[in-house]
């Protein structure tokens, strides 16, 4: 990736958060097309409750394929992790049994 884009990133994130991006938000960010980085910080920014760890934040966003017009919603953890490992007892592996439970949320 070219350093501009980097600077770029690191730019958006700093005028977003008003706070300098970890190595690991960075590594997050850089594969990602600028556009869509974007769009993750607006997100961010819509929060309705201040984002206590970005970085899961972001990592949660790109994995559920949040756009600004939906709004994050409150998921309870622990019924997740319930059902979790309802499925990975049934056979599946942690990421199969991630993705059927998100699927069940929708």
């Given at each position: 990736m070219e350093t501009g884009s980097v600077k770029a990133i690191a730019l958006a994130y700093q005028t977003a958060t008003l706070t300098y991006p970890s190595f690991e938000i960075m590594e997050l960010l850089k594969p990602l097309p600028f556009e869509r980085v974007l769009e993750l910080l607006l997100i961010?920014?819509?929060?309705?409750?201040p984002v206590k760890s970005p970085l899961n934040f972001l990592r949660r966003a790109i994995q559920e394929g949040w756009n600004?017009?939906?709004?994050?919603?409150?998921?309870?953890?622990?019924?997740?992790?319930?059902?979790e490992n309802h499925y990975v007892?049934?056979?599946y592996t942690i990421d199969?049994?991630?993705?059927?439970v998100q699927k069940n949320r929708r």
């Open positions: 961010m920014r819509q929060s309705p409750r600004p017009e939906t709004m994050p919603e409150k998921v309870d953890r622990h019924i997740e992790y319930v059902e007892r049934q056979g199969q049994a991630r993705e059927k």
